[in-house]
């Protein structure tokens, strides 16, 4: 499978079916939907995230992968922000800031000199950063996600990586090669890495450079092996490579470099993953589920047409004062569906609330017998670092088991609202699909009753995606663990080597804070569930009631042409009856036969 090739011919699919719909039924409540799968096809980006710790060349790397030194690569470490690269035969540079500003400036290596880790900016400012620039690697839609490097003490900077994370097509990981897999990369591999899947990620080594060319082989073996056992087993490639190479080599001309640099290898792996990798697959298929769905209610809509045309004026009639019916009603249904919701809002963030109380007496439990049992002497380490680690571990891991039940009720949810519309509009307008002196049989209305539904079009945009819960962790939400470090009584009892007399008063603090953000994030899933089920309520009537304008404007349609048709037969017989008048008159009056 080539993406790029079967999201062309779905993207022609799609325009010659809005051709085709637009011209015979003009009226079709799909022509928005198949324009909205057009835009997103249009605008469908590959992201290809950049991820690794400060020290491992991550800059250098990145700006070997882009062909031009454009990375601030003086500063350890370097990158502070999020930096997405687009493809732009102009180059420039957006800085999108949390107020919603965006800030123009030229591309240049001191523009972004100046949001690098030791630049006096205010990171929490910043959303992200936008760079334009011409490079092969970002055609076809491509997008290079350049990320802070996950060890940075700094929370605030790591912690924008990961709201990033389970958005990404396809992730680099970047290790040393002449140190490879160290302890915190395997913490973050295991952590937050496998949970988005293996078939997602490529491994590369950096700094082959470094080692000796009698022991490269062998560093590579350890470098795999190592990761094998991190994976649990599962074998994967380990790309080495030389990003200093591979950059002096592109920029120079020297094609020798550049071979000998081992980038050449990982740059074909980067083209088969975007060609043939399992979220191009995924992405692909969703488009295609979407077309697939629209055409079954365009094709229900012809349905609809053709048992239109064979009813009587007077059932038509009938229909059509049905619709105006249920249109003068809509405040009521809306009343109704907004107190279902209302309910089923309720039982949600019952079930949230009681895991999540559930939840934080075990993270509490967790971390107080991690202060019972520390003896080390690097108290501010255990504070600064391995508390917040282990508690967003806790986090994510709650988050990850979570998601997919919260998404599924919400799913559900929908669908009763979806079901419901249409079971009620169908008890008070159906046709007639067979009739006899006797019978009469009714059927819904096919417009109505497509398999996919119109629900089913809009899930993924009402609902976002599985990951959305994880990404609720994201930006400052873990910093007050992080403050635990300037509690004003430690370094006074580290200084009197009371190490035993601070344990009750840390696990207070970390009780309390812990507490505050078991609230805080109860209270950020209450108001995701708030705002989505917001979403269905507005998203399910609007586009039941775009159907049934459709439906509508079909009836209204048939009516003209059948009292057209009406008024042709009746003038034809009119002119009949003349000829048989004139005929009897003039032809054959007195006449004998």
Known sequence: MNYVKEKELLQQKAAALKTRASDLMPESSQLSALGELLEDLERDYYTLMVVGEFKHGKSTFVNALLGQDIMPRDVTPTTATINAVFHSETPGLEILKMD??????????DALNQYTASADFNPDEIKYLKLFLNAPLLENRVVLIDTPGVNDLNQQRSDITFQFLPRADVIIFLTSLDSAFKQTEKTFIQ??????????????ANFMDRVDEEELDETIEFAE????????????????????DALDGKL??????????????LEKEIVRRIESGSRSLEKLERFQWRLKAIAELVKSEIRTAEELSSHSLEDLESQLEGVAKWFANQDTWRGQIKSYLSDRRSEINYMVAKSIQHFGTNVKEDIENRIRLFHGADIKNLVEAQIPIA???????????????????????????????????????????????????????????????????????????????????????????????????????????????????????????IGQLITNFEDKI??????????????????????????ETMIKREISSKQREA????????????????????YLEGVSA
């Open 567 to 586: 008024a042709t037969i009746q003038v034809y017989r009119t002119k009949l009856a003349e000829l048989e008048r004139l005929i009897e008159s003039e």
């Open 526 to 551: 209450v108001d995701y569930v708030h705002t989505t089920i917001n979403k269905i309520q507005e998203e399910s009537l609007e586009e039941f009631t775009r159907l049934l304008r459709s439906y």
């Open 391 to 513: 508690v967003k571990s806790h986090f994510n891991t709650w988050a990850n088991q979570y998601s997919d039940y919260i998404h599924e009720l919400l799913h559900k949810t929908q669908a009763e609202v979806t079901k419901g519309l249409i079971a009620a509009f169908n008890e008070n307008v159906t046709i007639h699909a067979v009739k006899s002196n006797d019978l009469q049989l009714h059927e819904p209305i096919p417009i109505l009753n497509a398999k996919s539904g119109n629900a089913a079009v809009k899930a993924g945009v009402v609902l976002g995606g599985v990951s959305t819960v994880a990404v609720l962790l994201g930006g400052p939400f873990f910093l007050p663990i992080v403050g635990m470090a300037g509690l004003p009584y430690l370094s006074q009892k580290l200084a009197e080597k009371q190490l035993e007399n601070i344990k009750p008063e840390l696990i207070i603090a970390a009780n309390s804070q």
């Open 225 to 244: 092996s190592r990761v094998q056992s991190i994976l649990g087993g599962e074998k994967t490639a380990v790309f080495p490579l030389s990003a200093k």
């Open 252 to 265: 120079n001309g020297d094609e020798a470099a550049l071979r000998y640099s081992g980038f050449p290898e």
């Open 100 to 109: 919603g500003t965006v800030e123009t400036k030229e591309l240049s290596v």
């Open 191 to 204: 952590e937050f890495l496998m949970k988005n899947g293996l078939e997602n990620i490529i491994f590369a």
